[in-house]
């Protein structure tokens, strides 16, 4: 079935530790995005790349890096995870034009204690 | 500032009425407008697009309005079910920013009871 695989469903990591959240598409879409969702405050883009071997921040990018080697793979990584990382983080992608929607993962549960 | 802002939080109806759902923007200039539903402990899931020039779009029992002078969209549920029941985005693309980036509304939690 076509569409987006995040690893791990759910994680509690100790603060100062390093992460990476992994995210896999097979529908050979070009751009792929890093959001946040919080209560209270939505969906919030954190890093974003419109094509492989290119990425842009987004609007809440401190403390998160991503690397965009190939078209199907877009991880992000937490250099030093902070409580206030603490979220639930989805990976997406979509087409260059968006006209077809974003396509979602089921997200990462992430805890950091 | 830029917002985009989703009528209430929550909204219940009744089975078998019409669901309306509404977004506002500020500050945007929308080249579209998309509207997803997302489940508990899901990812949200795409519904329907609607273009800067449309006015209106259907999609079986779902149908979405753009008003570009009111700066707002309105999502029409019809003949509403229990399995309606869930979290409505709106997202809107700017047309000055990157080009498939979208901003997204806070959602509308919607319940449907029998």
């Known amino acids: 079935i076509a569409g987006i695989t995040q690893a791990p469903t759910s994680q509690i990591l100790a603060a100062g530790r390093r992460m990476t959240l992994r995210c896999t598409q097979d529908m050979r879409h070009n751009a792929m995005y890093w959001y946040r969702q919080d209560l209270g405050l939505g969906l919030r883009l954190i890093h974003y790349?419109?094509?492989?071997?290119?990425?842009g921040k987004g609007e809440v990018p401190d403390g998160y890096s991503v690397s965009r080697a190939n078209t199907d793979d877009f991880p992000l990584t937490l250099a030093s995870a902070v409580p206030s990382q603490t979220s639930v983080y989805f990976c997406?992608?979509?087409?260059?034009?968006?006209?077809?929607?974003?396509?979602f993962g089921s997200g990462t549960r992430l805890t950091v204690v | 500032s830029q917002k985009i802002e989703q009528n209430s939080e929550a909204l219940n109806i009744q089975e078998g009425k019409t669901a309306t759902l509404t977004c506002n923007y500020t500050n945007y200039s929308p080249a579209y407008l998309q509207w997803y539903r997302q489940d508990p402990g899901r990812g949200p899931v795409f519904l329907l697009l609607i273009r800067e020039n449309e006015k209106e779009k259907r999609k079986e029992r779902l149908k979405v309005t753009f008003d570009t002078t009111l700066k707002q969209s309105l999502f029409h549920i019809t003949a509403s079910q229990p399995a309606d029941s869930a979290t409505y985005l709106c997202?809107?693309?700017?047309?000055?920013?990157?080009?498939?980036?979208?901003?997204f509304g806070r959602g509308t939690q919607l319940t449907v009871w029998p």
């Open positions: 997406a992608s979509s087409d260059s034009r968006g006209w077809g929607g974003y396509t």
């Open positions: 790349s419109n094509t492989a071997g290119t990425t």
């Open positions: 997202a809107l693309r700017d047309r000055g920013s990157t080009l498939g980036r979208l901003y």
